[in-house]
């Protein structure tokens, strides 16, 4: 464990040049300045598994329509998903709007507790360390995989992740100072986006470079390790894309629960592990040869969708018909947006 000493140094080192090289985000105070916590939690939930250049015009649009949390905590849940679409992961978006409105009816004020905090709607460890440290200030530590790599790196952690996250956190708990624990936390998140990333760190330029193990040791750019990664599996199935006399396309509305809840398709069939499945119509039509192949990455599997197209002289299957020209303000998530691409181009 770091000696107080060392703490202090390796601290004060790190916001010194914080100080300096903080990162301009929209959601970010400057340094020293106490940060807004409807900004920070709303930030936090959108960079989860997601890079901050993805997330900054999704941060702009949901504050320009919802400035507080209690607009968004009013906001129909159709909305947000809508605003959402195509960020991604989307239990995010619905423990969002869940976490609003049980925070507005709190009276709008965040709890001050890493207890309390995990506790609300879609905020984990991670979350809760970062809104209690960027916001309150709190002593505690912020562990994102930018912060895994710096402290592997700095300690030389050769151990695998995900084996290594305990010692990790540890460690960087041992780092955080008792004062300006919210910039210590975003200086550290800082190092790793800027300094000590993912392919060639800037060593040389590093504050904390000195005393790094890793780059003492020639290491660094190889941590940290991680185990090796299990096959992902493979799903198939078929989407249909339904169109109307008038051109316009049928889409439905996926349950609330469940892999992109909540969120506008075009209807598809069962997606099946491991094997193709045979097109099977779900109902008459004059249906078009396969227009071709949509592929898309989860987080567990990977599918690939065979898209079809029929045009229907009236509607068939539940869910409504929208023009093609609306449907970027639809709730539509990646994967079903990749399906229109597809669609209009072959039209």
Known sequence: MAEQGLVSDLSGKLLVWYDSSARV????????????????????????????????????????????????????????????????????????HACAKVVAAAGGAFPQTLEELQKLPGIGPYTAGAIAAIVFDLPVAAVDGNVDRVVSRYYAIEEPLPASKPRIRALAQALVPQKRSGDFAQAMMDLGATICTPKSPSCLICPWADDCAGRIKGIAASLPLKAAKTKVPIRYGHVYWIENAKGDVLVRTRAAKGLLGGMTEFPSSEWVDGKRIKFAAPFEAEWEKAIGLVEHTFTHFHLELTVWKAVVAKPVLEGRFVKTKVLATEALPSLMRKVAMLALKSD
């Open 25 to 96: 985000l929209p959601w970010r105070e400057r340094p020293g300045f106490k940060a807004d916590p409807y900004r920070v939690w709303l930030s936090e939930i959108m960079l989860q598994q997601t890079t901050v250049a993805a997330v900054k015009d999704y941060f702009i649009k949901f504050i320009r329509l919802w400035p507080t949390i209690h607009d968004l905590a009013a906001a129909e849940t159709e909305d947000v998903m809508k605003a959402w679409a195509g960020l991604g992961y989307y239990a995010r978006a619905r423990n969002l």
